[in-house]
């Protein structure tokens, strides 16, 4: 049909539809008024995110009582651990392969095969699932219990065994196949032994693993028939040195800060260690920080090492509690749910627990407002003690975990759990000998948060909630316990109210709110003394904090009077008043009574428009210290981006251990000298000037046109990535892609898109680091200013208060790091090519310039004017000759 209006560039690349296309095409009236006529009274709207093209639709008059069937959200349903839910690659991985994408009759047509392809998916499940299915879709609509009806036909006649069998596991699922009975895992035979940890006993020591030796070869040994035996392994002396570093501190014991350049392949040079001292019954916790190293490691590096070195040692990985699904508190879950979320989520876990053997959240790709639900049905939960879940069908998913890493000679976790296990003085983690912190340069901020607080409206409210729909409450309300019951209800709407007038009274404490903009301010003592409107945030938490304590108080009066067939209910209240209390103590560090070095400060969130008070440790060294070196014989932290200058000093302050740490610094095995080129336009703006912005986006436009795409232009403000996009977006003429990070879909669909070629990737924070696009997927890197933190950020002006110089001795460094954590996006292998733009020219005028410069690898410097730079960029990436300035 025809819009009446001209098609925006970004829409005629996305559909290919050209002007002359909509010439004699119906108007929107015309159009709709065909439609409705084709529809008729009864027919079922198909679409994928059919809601999105429905609201359209009603507006333009078409009738709102149409069944809908939405592919997205059936999809959701019938393939839980899909990768991904949108169009395309569903057809990409059922093995449909349409015409075209991004056009009407084509999509329509797409959509409808992965109908049919979730059919036969929906049709291979055992049939008691699928009658649940039937049973809760009536609240997801009539379209969804057809779906299900006439899968379940299918899979009755299609049943070659008894029903029983083929639907035995619909609770269980695969974990009960895998361990027998729902027990634990069969033993992994690693020897648990003593140290400062302390904890175990004698019976919960295993034989040493099969097939360990009792004396390994030495370190280099090891390297040795790696060389001959690991597939594509390429022998680098940088690797040898860290290994044999690591090695030491293994034998000897203490604190090794390793800096390991891009390249050094240093996850086997901490895992081969590893790996042998497992052999000798020593256990090793490797800690990352995110989830794809962790899968590296386990599903990737672990097993390709093993078999090269001929060892069997047994390896876990371990989540902290919210990852896992609690089965006793997930059957309550699907019993009561009552929400379309609630339906989807639940029918989406019943399908999952049918090959799922771990439980693992990570597994499942969750979409909407699923991820918030995810809490009432994870082992997160003071009622999970494993016992009560041995009772349901398929046992605890986190006992098993645990379990098996205390079986295992190498346990992978994350930061985050390495150091809660430290905080809770708890056994989340089995004892062990050694840790290495990879990704290290994130441990201080997730010490911030482990060791912080938080009281945000959002979650205030949904613990009450989840306090005053607590089963035993509803319960009480329809019996003898009434007056209990509403008791709880009372105190909750008291507390409610609490919430209004103490959230109101901090969201008026904070400054105006500019669009799109992120409110922060830091609460100090002179700001509590001076500021006449911190005195009422006070007395309202005061009366906020009396009545989240007066609905913990009803909560256990009313849990006092269950039956003993009401125990799992007396323990799901228990839990939500447990929560409920939690945030007393958010209230007390945050408003009444903060400690000497906390850091508080109030946000409002862009995105959610969510208020929160904040605090978190201001010093967060003395805490890494006690929860590394003080509960471990030996602790290695390394990461590619630690060092400032060639120094380490800045960072073994941050990690608390400047006096006891051995550092070591090993630089990139790649040429950078020849694979690399820094460039500094030598006129362009100053960051700060009113003409930066369109000045970047030209050059960034004459880069991307020399490139051919190729480039990521990384940002320290989403503000200005939006301003430069919007000045970009003529490229899409000129068949460039600009995707940008926030405006053009979800982080993974825009880095797949790139990788598609023929684009420019605009991205802020996330896109600093993690993103991994070697060879002729990106040829020129362009960073926008330096990386400098806001100096009025709470957290950094808090932080700043350490140091008589906080520019020079706090900010300058962080700020190294952060380049150099830019600079590395670019040589990713030995045969990489491209060049880094730095569009801050200050980094060659002012006094701290020379610092910026040092912390980068050894690469060629070019400072030119800008209408000579795209050219030096292409003569850096192999295309060509630059013109000489």
């Known amino acids: 049909m025809d819009p009446g209006r001209a098609l925006g560039a970004a ?33 079922t709207l198909l679409g994928h995110n059919v809601g999105f093209d429905a ?21 959701s349903i019938v393939l839980p651990t899909a990768s991904s839910y949108a169009l395309q690659r569903l057809a990409t991985d059922e093995a449909i392969l349409p015409e075209a994408a991004h056009r009407a009759l084509h999509d329509a047509l797409t959509c409808a095969s992965v109908l049919n392809a979730l059919a036969r998916r929906a049709r291979a499940l055992p049939p008691l699932v699928l009658e649940e299915c039937r049973q809760q879709a009536s609240l997801l609509g009539p379209a969804y219990v057809a779906f299900f009806e006439r899968a379940l036909l299918g899979s009755w006649d299609a049943a070659a065994q008894p029903v029983g069998a083929r639907s035995a596991d619909v609770a269980g699922g695969a974990g009960d196949l895998a361990s027998g009975s729902g027990g634990a895992p069969p033993a992994l035979g690693m020897p648990r032994t003593g140290n400062r940890r302390g904890g175990q006993t004698a019976s919960e020591t295993p034989s040493p693993p099969a097939g360990a030796s009792a004396g390994r070869a030495p370190i280099m040994d090891a390297f040795e028939a790696l060389a001959t035996s690991l597939p594509g392994y390429e022998d680098r002396p940088e690797q040898r040195e860290l290994a044999d570093a690591i090695e030491r501190t293994f034998e000897e014991g203490g604190v090794l800060v390793a800096e390991a350049g891009t390249g050094i392949g240093k996850s086997l040079a901490y895992l081969v260690p590893a790996l042998g001292r497992a052999t000798k019954g020593e256990r090793t916790i490797v800690s990352t920080y995110t989830v794809p190293l962790q899968e590296q490691l386990v599903r990737k590096d672990l097993p390709a090492l093993q078999a090269a070195l001929g060892t069997e040692v047994p390896v876990a990985i371990l989540k902290g509690r919210s990852h896992y699904l609690c089965p006793r508190r997930w059957q309550a879950f699907r ?16 399908v999952w627990r049918q090959t799922t053997a771990t439980g693992d959240r990570a597994e499942l790709n969750l979409m909407g407002g699923e991820a918030a639900l995810w809490p009432r049905i994870s082992s997160d939960d003071e009622s999970c003690d494993g016992r009560r879940c041995g009772r349901v069908a398929g046992g605890c998913y986190l006992e098993r975990a645990r379990e098996a890493a205390s079986r295992a000679g190498v346990v992978v976790v994350n930061h985050a759990l390495l150091l809660y296990d430290a905080r809770m003085r708890s056994s989340l983690l089995p004892q062990a000998e050694h840790a290495v912190v990879d990704e290290a340069h994130h441990i201080e901020d997730v010490a911030a948060d482990v060791f912080g607080f938080r009281l945000e409206e959002h979650r205030v409210r949904r613990d009450l909630d989840r306090a005053a729909r607590s089963p035993l409450v509803v319960e009480a309300l329809r019996g003898e316990r009434a007056e209990l019951g509403e008791a709880v209800r009372a105190e909750v709407e008291r507390a409610r109210s609490a919430v209004d007038e103490t959230f109101a009274l901090l969201v008026a404490v904070l400054p105006t709110r500019a669009p799109g903009g992120e409110d922060k301010l830091r609460i100090t003592s002179a700001f509590r003394a001076s500021d006449d409107r911190w005195l009422p945030v006070e007395l309202a938490g005061e009366r906020l904090a009396d009545a989240l304590a007066g609905t913990v108080a009803a909560c256990d009066r009313l849990g006092a009077q269950a ?102 610094v090993l630089g990139s095995p790649f040429d950078h000298a020849r694979q690399s080129t820094l460039i500094v336009p030598s006129d362009l703006a100053y960051p700060h000037d009113p003409s930066f912005s369109t000045e970047a986006a030209g050059l960034v436009a004459d880069i991307s046109r020399a490139l051919g795409g190729r480039t990521l232009v990384l940002f320290t403000s989403h503000a200005s990535l939006r301003e430069v996009a919007a000045l970009l977006e003529p490229l899409e003429t000129e068949g460039i892609a600009v995707l940008a990070q926030g405006l053009g879909g979800s982080r993974r669909a825009i880095v797949e898109r790139f990788r598609q070629g023929s684009a420019v990737l605009l991205g802020t924070q996330s896109f600093w680091e993690g993103v991994d696009l070697p060879g002729e997927l990106l040829s020129c890197v362009v960073i926008a200013k330096l990386p400098f933190a806001v100096p009025d950020d709470p957290l950094v002006a808090g932080r700043s208060e350490r140091y008589e110089d906080p520019f020079r001795e706090f900010q300058v460094p962080q700020a190294a790091l952060r380049l150099r954590q830019g600079f590395g996006r670019l040589i990713r292998t030995k045969t990489d090519r491209g060049a880094v733009v730095l569009l801050d020219r200050r980094v060659l005028e002012r006094e701290y310039g020379p610092t910026f410069i040092a912390s980068l690898p050894d690469v060629r410097l070019r400072r030119a004017p800008a209408q000579y730079v795209a050219g030096l960029v292409a003569e850096a990436a192999g295309r060509g000759s630059a013109d000489r300035a």
Do not use: C, Q
């Open 11 to 43: 829409v005629a690349r996305l559909t290919g539809i050209r002007p002359e296309d909509l010439a004699g095409a119906p108007a929107l009236p015309d159009a709709m008024r065909g439609l409705s006529d084709f529809l008729g009274d009864d027919a």
């Open 55 to 75: 609201a359209f639709l009603e507006r333009a008059g078409l009738r709102s009582d149409l069944a809908r069937l939405d592919t997205a959200e059936l999809a």
């Open 335 to 350: 019993a009561t749910a009552a929400t379309r979320e609630e339906v989807r989520l639940a029918l989406k876990t019943l």
């Open 563 to 664: 039956s003993p067939d009401e125990e799992d209910m007396r323990d799901e209240l228990a839990s939500a008043a447990l929560e409920v209390a939690g945030n007393r103590t958010a209230i007390a560090r945050g408003i009444h009574d903060p400690r000497a070095g906390d850091i508080v400060w109030l946000a409002v969130d862009a995105v959610s428009g969510s208020v929160g008070l904040y605090v978190a440790p201001g010093h967060v060294g003395s805490l890494v210290r006690r929860a590394l070196v003080e509960r471990y014989d030996s602790v290695v932290m390394t990461s590619a981006t630690l060092a400032v200058a060639g120094s380490l000093d800045f960072t073994l302050e941050r990690f608390g251990v400047a006096d006891i740490a051995a550092p070591l």
